[in-house]
C-alpha cells in the first residue's frame, strides 16, 4: 500500500493521498479518524482482539465509511457501496462535483496497523 501524508497548504490540515487501488484510505482517515484518540485506540483494539481470536470479525459502522477487520485483511468501504446504493447520476458528475469512484480496498492487517500508527504520529494523536 503507496501512500504519503501531507499538510494542505491552505489550510494546514493533515491530508492523507493513497495509491489508485487504496484511494479510498485517504478519505477514510481524514474523515473517520481524523484526530481523535479514541477512534484510533478503538481500532487498534479491535486489530487486537481479531489477532487474538477474542473474535473472528469486528466490524466498525462510522458516518461514510466502514471497516471490516478479519483475521485475514481489513477492509474498508463507503457506507453508500456497503448499503448498495447506487452511483451518482449522470448529471452530477457531468458537473464536474468530485465523486471518489474508489469505494472499495482492502490490506493486511500488519499493514493496516503500521499506517494507524503512522498517521498518529503524523497527526500527533496521543
Same mark, same amino acid.
Given at each position: 500500500?503507496?501512500? %504519503?501524508? *501531507?499538510?494542505?497548504?491552505?489550510?494546514?490540515?493533515? =491530508?492523507? &493521498?493513497?495509491?489508485?487501488?487504496?484511494?479510498?484510505?485517504?478519505?477514510? !482517515?481524514?474523515?473517520?479518524?481524523?484526530?481523535?484518540?479514541? =477512534?484510533?485506540?478503538?481500532?487498534?483494539?479491535? *486489530?487486537?482482539?481479531? %489477532? =487474538? &481470536?477474542?473474535?473472528?470479525?469486528? !466490524?466498525?459502522?462510522?458516518?461514510?465509511?466502514?471497516?471490516?477487520?478479519? &483475521?485475514?485483511?481489513?477492509? !474498508?468501504?463507503?457506507?453508500?457501496?456497503?448499503?448498495?446504493?447506487?452511483?451518482?447520476? %449522470?448529471?452530477?458528475?457531468?458537473?464536474? !462535483?468530485?465523486?471518489?469512484?474508489?469505494?472499495?480496498?482492502?490490506?493486511? *492487517?500488519?499493514?493496516?496497523? %503500521?499506517?494507524? *500508527?503512522?498517521?498518529? &504520529?503524523?497527526?500527533?494523536?496521543?
Amino acid at each position: 500500500m503507496e501512500y %504519503e501524508f *501531507i499538510h494542505d497548504a491552505t489550510t494546514g490540515e493533515a =491530508k492523507a &493521498r493513497f495509491s489508485l487501488e487504496h484511494e479510498v484510505v485517504g478519505p477514510w !482517515i481524514e474523515v473517520e479518524l481524523g484526530h481523535e484518540s479514541a =477512534k484510533l485506540t478503538a481500532l487498534l483494539t479491535a *486489530i487486537d482482539s481479531v %489477532e =487474538k &481470536r477474542h473474535e473472528s470479525e469486528v !466490524i466498525i459502522t462510522g458516518h461514510e465509511y466502514t471497516v471490516t477487520i478479519s &483475521r485475514d485483511d481489513v477492509e !474498508i468501504q463507503t457506507n453508500a457501496s456497503f448499503n448498495g446504493t447506487g452511483p451518482l447520476s %449522470e448529471m452530477l458528475t457531468v458537473d464536474h !462535483i468530485h465523486y471518489d469512484e474508489s469505494e472499495y480496498a482492502s490490506c493486511g *492487517i500488519d499493514d493496516f496497523r %503500521e499506517l494507524l *500508527i503512522s498517521w498518529s &504520529r503524523f497527526t500527533n494523536i496521543s
